[in-house]
């Protein structure tokens, strides 16, 4: 059902261009000079254990966290300065699905939508592609944690972005479901994709390229395991 994401912007060459970033936590250093290029319309996979800086890398391109050091260019806009600029563009979908659990899925749609200037037919659209068309009047705290995640990549999708930030996008979601989401996340959608992931196997056999990271510092994959 997916189409090829549409903007009113000109996509660079390379979607995503890093150099350097520094970002820390206190006295904490969770990203160390990290440095790659993402070019449009391909993947990248990011690796690491627990603690690697995987989440705050992604945080940082989704413009919730802010870099301390290094140039950041997300789809032609320099992070922090241009943040504001690119946060209509961008999919997000977090470890934790950001939905109100009061709401039912078609709520946390709508609402998404009002907020991204889209009309609701891509809602009833997208409830649809995810197999919960027939719950979606039902609250998002009845829903599985595998339900939840599909509501959350509807989301993530919503606004039809170019660049999708994914941690840990099959978390709990069969396989079943897994297709279901390979039109909207995964390598057919067309979309540039940097993809967080434990899945090493799953990750590799959908990326372009791979970045390893361990204690924030880029790293060969086996001393990221080590």
Request: proline share 6%; glycine share 8%.
């Amino acid at each position: 059902m997916s189409s090829p994401p549409s903007s009113t912007h000109e996509t660079p060459s390379n979607a995503v261009e890093v150099a350097d970033l520094t970002r820390r936590y206190g006295e904490r250093v969770a990203l160390d000079r990290v440095s790659f290029k993402v070019p449009a319309s391909t993947t990248l996979a990011v690796f690491g254990p627990n603690g690697a800086g995987k989440t705050t890398l992604l945080k940082v391109l989704a413009t919730l966290l802010r870099p301390h050091a290094g140039s950041v260019q997300v789809l032609g806009c320099g992070l922090p300065d241009e943040a504001w600029k690119l946060r209509g563009r961008v999919g997000y979908l977090g470890h934790e699905p950001a939905l109100y659990r009061s709401l039912s899925a078609r709520e946390n749609l709508r609402f998404a939508a009002r907020l991204h200037g889209v009309g609701n037919g891509r809602v009833d659209e997208l409830l649809a592609a995810v197999g919960l068309a027939q719950r979606a009047d039902d609250r998002v705290e009845e829903f599985s944690r595998g339900m939840r995640q599909r509501i959350a990549v509807a989301r993530a999708v919503l606004h039809d972005p170019p660049l999708l930030l994914l941690d840990e996008p099959w978390s709990a979601v069969d396989p079943h479901a897994i297709a279901l989401l390979e039109p909207l996340i995964g390598r057919s959608s067309g979309r540039t994709r940097i993809l967080v992931t434990h899945d090493v196997e799953r990750g590799r056999s959908e990326a372009d390229q791979e970045l390893a990271l361990r204690a924030g510092r880029v790293v060969g994959m086996e001393a990221a395991f080590a």
